[in-house]
């Protein structure tokens, strides 16, 4: 099945399979726009 829904990950918008490298964040507000599942990673 192909991947779909949204994010907001403070206030920028994320589409279905769109990546997104966040640095220098001390919060990180998740916001759901449709049904989505997010997958985190942390590569420090």
Do not use: F, S
Request: net charge negative.
């Amino acid at each position: 099945m192909p991947a779909k829904g949204a994010v907001e990950v403070n206030g920028v918008r994320l589409d279905a399979r769109d990546g997104a490298a966040i640095k220098d964040e001390l919060v990180l507000t998740v916001t759901a726009l449709e049904d989505a599942e997010v997958v985190l990673v942390d590569a420090a």
